[in-house]
């Protein structure tokens, strides 16, 4: 079974900077966007930021300007770099991968997502 294994979390002050890691344990077969997702205590998990298999991004109103997401396909990683953090920016982040298999002759596919246990991100002001 695929493991999403987050890494880079931690307590910063306002204004510093983190970098998350998101690698996944072994190949993932068709995957297209690549996500990071953050919640912080008593809201509801919220998308940051997201990244397509062609290297398209969005982000969140709240961080753009801030963050940058990144991913290297050969090892199945999603980066995001987050500068001037706030403290509003703290919460726990989730990366996320979504795949999509292609399964038999007519075109059906699997779509299938995977989440990691979730970093905790702290900033202090």
């Known amino acids: 079974q695929v493991q999403l294994v987050e890494s880079g979390g931690g307590r910063v002050q306002a204004g510093g900077s983190l970098r998350l890691s998101c690698a996944a344990s072994?190949?993932?077969?068709?995957?297209?966007?690549m996500a990071w997702h953050r919640q912080a205590p008593g809201q509801e998990r919220e998308l940051v930021a997201r990244i397509t298999e062609g290297g398209a991004t969005n982000y969140a109103d709240s961080v753009k300007g801030r963050f940058t997401i990144s991913r290297d396909n050969v090892v199945n990683t999603v980066y995001l770099q987050m500068n001037s953090l706030k403290p509003e920016d703290t919460g726990v982040y989730f990366c996320?991968?979504?795949?999509?298999?292609?399964?038999?002759?007519?075109?059906?596919?699997?779509?299938?997502?995977?989440w990691g246990q979730g970093t905790q991100v702290t900033v202090s002001s």
């Open positions: 072994r190949s993932i077969r068709g995957i297209t966007t």
């Open positions: 996320n991968i979504h795949s999509s298999v292609v399964v038999n002759v007519e075109g059906a596919k699997v779509e299938r997502d995977y």
